[in-house]
């Protein structure tokens, strides 16, 4: 199969999402790449949705409707049941793709069978499309830490196949479940390339929970999938953002007991006596090595 008649589905769970789904919708159908599978699952919207999905004509779109709303990862897992071709992937019904965004990720998967899983960089936008913030992703390494992956990927069925559904008890942390069960199997890859614009806005779904209960669901996935040194150190990041800096030492001493040779756990112990002046100005040359920019 080349690179040309490779069939993509893409997966669009969707709820209420009338205000910016054309949008997503569009950029789905004019990819570069025009073997496109569109998968729209309709998680019981009550706005009009529905019609704005059926005003398109495009053979390639597949429209599934539930009349409750289940929630994003019943939406995924009953749209990736339908899916036929050999690559997969998903976007939101608020979010949309550069142009070339499935041909290139597809180059790179289609050049190196041994990559199952690639993803590449974004860019923030605000409601009315305005760039926030570029953002680079990481290496799959950074999982341990954080989601690095980003919300543009692609990926190969087979990898659909082996990991299986989405987990619906990972509530806003769905994707990073997957990505993490996805590095304990499969080879993934970063690509250099911004591909995706990411809408922060506040009818999202991550704005209606707030942070810390966020952030603790992410924290129980995490702690299932990394080592226990890891754990430590993060734990012991976290001590030291909240200036308890005696209880970040204890626990890196357990992170050290379990591998003394977690590097990063060496860097936060040496920030430990630096002064607040020094570890703001490494924290500032940090987000620039990232790539982490900030619009006005």
């Known amino acids: 199969m080349n690179e040309s008649s490779a069939e993509v589905s893409i997966i669009l769970p969707t ?19 025009k073997n496109i599978e569109l998968i729209i699952v309709d998680d019981g919207s009550t706005d009009n949705t529905p019609q704005i999905i059926k005003s398109y004509k495009d053979s390639r779109i597949r429209y599934l409707r539930q009349d409750i709303n289940y929630g994003v990862s019943y939406a995924l897992n009953k749209g990736f049941s339908h899916a036929n071709a050999e690559y997969l992937t998903w976007t939101s019904d608020d979010n949309f793709y550069s142009p070339e965004a499935i041909e290139c990720m597809l180059r790179v998967l289609q050049s190196n ?21 570029v953002r680079r992703v990481d290496s799959p390494k950074r999982l341990d830490i954080e989601n690095c992956i980003g919300a543009c990927f692609l990926y190969r069925k087979r990898v659909y196949q082996r990991i299986g559904d989405y987990n619906p008890k990972a509530l806003l942390a769905e994707d990073y479940d997957y990505w993490l069960r996805v590095r304990e199997k499969f080879r993934m890859q970063k690509i250099n390339k911004y591909l995706y614009y990411y809408r922060v ?21 995490r702690d299932k999938y990394i080592s226990p040194s890891m754990r430590s150190y993060l734990y012991a990041r976290k001590q030291f953002y909240k200036k308890n800096y005696n209880e970040a030492k204890k626990l890196l001493i357990r992170c050290f007991w379990s591998n003394f040779f977690n590097i990063d756990a060496w860097r936060l112990l040496a920030l430990l006596f630096l002064s607040p002046l020094i570890i703001n100005v490494i924290r500032r040359v940090k987000w620039k090595i990232l790539g982490i920019k900030q619009y006005k």
């Open 113 to 133: 069978k041994k990559i199952d899983f690639v993803y590449a960089n974004f860019y923030k936008i605000d409601e009315k499309g305005n760039i926030l913030v």
């Open 15 to 33: 709820y209420n999402g009338a205000k910016y789904i054309r949008q997503s919708i569009d950029s789905c159908l004019n990819q570069t790449h």
């Open 201 to 221: 806005h506040l009818g999202s779904l991550s704005s209606r929970y707030p942070m810390a209960e966020v952030e603790r669901m992410v924290e129980r996935i």
